[in-house]
């Protein structure tokens, strides 16, 4: 019970690893908003509580300030406060500078980054005095980029830089800030992204070339490294790109 009565939020928890993520920590004692977009993760969410975690789910889409505004206020009534903010919600949409619209630019960055300076700037004030524990979701993205996945690398990139640029302006308020960077995660979030290698049976069959570990990530492995920065056993780290690649980034 590495999270006994840390009350939390998890963003885009409808499915993959939000929702591990929120699995996780309300089965390490947190006690758990779940936020997702999509209606979809009300039901998931409903499995979790019925099994006896505590944890409620709120939809809301994260990139528009009324409905943050209202997700902030019902942490607050929910859980009396929040101790730690899993900033997970994204979006990814290939294509090279040339085949992306500037509608698909803005909603990557305002999915994908907005979104946590919306809901920080929330949340954060409530933090201040009592410390608190921030994690964005970055990705092996956040160092290297990929072909055609011009607006989605560039939004990950950003991401790992904000994380660093709140980890300096909060440290002295006793708040962490640290960013995961996982690599291919075996969830349909990576649906799209397949089909640029000819689909996912194609992934699967060659993840040694992307992988150096030989297989995919479960969404499992990033709730745990979620757990392990949330959690006191981390409490000097802060303002990281924790990498969880499988070695990807190596090569």
Same mark, same amino acid.
């Given at each position: 019970?590495?999270?006994?009565?840390?009350?939390?939020?998890?963003?885009?928890?409808?499915?993959?690893?939000?929702?591990?993520?929120?699995?996780?920590?309300?089965?390490?004692?947190?006690? @758990?908003?779940?936020?997702?977009? &999509?209606?979809?993760?009300?039901?998931?969410?409903?499995?979790?509580?019925?099994?006896?975690?505590?944890?409620?789910?709120?939809?809301?889409? @994260?990139?528009?300030? &009324?409905? @943050?505004?209202?997700?902030?206020?019902?942490?607050?009534?929910?859980?009396?406060?929040?101790?730690?903010?899993?900033?997970?919600?994204?979006?990814?949409?290939?294509?090279?500078? &040339?085949?992306?619209?500037?509608?698909?630019?803005?909603?990557?960055?305002?999915?994908?980054?907005?979104?946590?300076?919306?809901?920080?700037?929330?949340?954060?004030?409530?933090?201040?005095?009592?410390?608190?524990?921030?994690?964005?979701?970055?990705?092996?993205?956040?160092?290297?980029?990929?072909?055609?996945?011009?607006?989605?690398?560039?939004?990950?990139?950003?991401?790992?830089?904000?994380?660093?640029?709140?980890? &300096?302006?909060?440290?002295?308020?006793?708040?962490?800030?640290?960013?995961?960077?996982?690599?291919?995660?075996?969830?349909?979030?990576?649906?799209?992204?397949?089909?640029?290698?000819?689909?996912?049976?194609?992934?699967?069959?060659?993840?040694?070339?992307?992988?150096?570990?030989?297989?995919?990530?479960?969404?499992?492995?990033?709730?745990?490294?979620? @757990?392990?920065?949330?959690?006191?056993?981390?409490?000097?780290?802060?303002?990281?790109?924790?990498?969880?690649?499988?070695?990807?980034?190596?090569?």
């Amino acid at each position: 019970m590495r999270l006994n009565n840390k009350r939390a939020i998890v963003t885009g928890a409808g499915r993959g690893i939000g929702f591990q993520i929120a699995k996780r920590f309300a089965e390490e004692g947190a006690r @758990v908003v779940a936020t997702d977009v &999509l209606e979809a993760g009300a039901e998931a969410v409903s499995v979790l509580s019925n099994a006896g975690l505590d944890i409620v789910f709120h939809r809301a889409d @994260v990139s528009q300030i &009324l409905d @943050v505004r209202e997700l902030a206020e019902f942490a607050r009534r929910t859980l009396g406060g929040v101790d730690i903010l899993v900033n997970n919600a994204a979006v990814n949409i290939p294509g090279s500078i &040339l085949e992306l619209t500037e509608e698909i630019w803005d909603r990557t960055f305002d999915v994908n980054v907005k979104s946590i300076f919306l809901l920080s700037r929330e949340i954060i004030p409530d933090m201040r005095g009592a410390g608190g524990v921030v994690i964005n979701m970055g990705s092996a993205n956040s160092y290297v980029a990929e072909p055609r996945l011009a607006a989605y690398v560039s939004s990950k990139g950003a991401i790992l830089m904000l994380s660093k640029a709140m980890a &300096l302006d909060f440290g002295p308020d006793g708040i962490r800030v640290n960013c995961i960077c996982p690599g291919w995660v075996d969830t349909s979030f990576n649906d799209r992204h397949a089909e640029l290698f000819g689909g996912r049976d194609e992934v699967l069959k060659n993840i040694a070339d992307i992988h150096p570990i030989g297989r995919t990530i479960q969404p499992e492995e990033i709730a745990n490294t979620a @757990v392990f920065l949330a959690s006191d056993e981390a409490r000097a780290i802060t303002g990281a790109g924790i990498l969880v690649d499988g070695g990807y980034t190596i090569k």
